[in-house]
């Protein structure tokens, strides 16, 4: 992948390619360049759903599914979709999972009871149009989390973990898996809009009750929403 970020469909297909590269070891680097918190940060995402046993809750960019397991043992029916074929034949779930393209998700219009989505919000094309695809896909009062990386407010916090996200990550994804791939992680951040643009966008794609919380001390955030009423 380039060292500049790429856009438009130049994006879609770097990801794509970028993902099946490193899916045969993704797991184990998020395992290794997180410490394990990352385990805890979906459990989070997942308990915050609030919703009854047996709900329908797709998993947005769903990778190797750590989130549908996760879904699953909450009491939940998770369904996967991604683009990258790499990621789904690596993925260690027994839900069922399509390759397919979030922005035109392939689920009927208020089929779903929810919607979550694990580091992924860098990675797509436009963000508006993942949100009203979600608006679309989730019936009214039904609920999303979605989890991403976030910036430490705290100023010391925020410097070690520019030093480790920045420099450190880089160098475990090389050691591990592909370095160019760790290499474009820290740098992806700078797709994200600010908080502020990020909760806007998606009180105006049809959600209320537009949450942000940040965990282990900033470095990651949870958003959560509910689908407005009709």
């Not at 549908?68 to 909450?74: F, M, T, V």
């Not at 690596?90 to 009871?113: C, F, I, K, M, N």
């Not at 009214?140 to 989390?145: C, H, T, V």
């Not at 520019?162 to 820290?186: K, W």
Request: proline share 6%; net charge positive.
């Amino acid at each position: 992948m380039a060292t500049t970020l790429p856009q438009g469909t130049d994006k879609v297909r770097a990801v794509r390619d970028m993902f099946d590269t490193i899916a045969p070891r993704y797991d184990l680097v998020n395992r290794v360049m997180t410490f394990g918190l990352d385990r805890g940060w979906r459990r989070a995402a997942v308990r915050s759903l609030a919703l009854d046993a047996g709900a329908g809750v797709l998993d947005v960019a769903c990778g190797t599914g750590d989130l549908c397991r996760e879904l699953s043992a909450a009491g939940y029916r998770p369904v996967g979709i991604d683009s990258s074929r790499g990621m789904l034949a690596h993925a260690r779930t027994s839900a069922p999972l399509v390759q397919g393209d979030a922005l035109r998700l392939p689920v009927p219009t208020g089929r779903l009871d929810g919607a979550v989505s694990g580091f992924a919000l860098r990675n797509f094309v436009a963000l508006d149009g993942l949100f009203a695809e979600l608006a679309r896909a989730v019936r009214p009062d039904g609920r999303i989390a979605l989890l991403d990386v976030a910036t430490p407010r705290r100023a010391l916090v925020r410097a070690g973990h520019a030093v480790y996200f920045g420099h450190v990550v880089p160098r475990i994804g090389a050691a591990l898996s592909d370095g160019e791939a760790y290499r474009y992680l820290p740098k992806s951040v700078a797709y994200l809009p600010s908080p502020g643009d990020l909760l806007g966008s998606l009180s105006g794609a049809g959600f209320d009750s537009v949450e942000r919380r940040l965990l282990s001390g900033g470095i990651t955030q949870l958003i959560t929403a509910t689908r407005r009423p009709l």
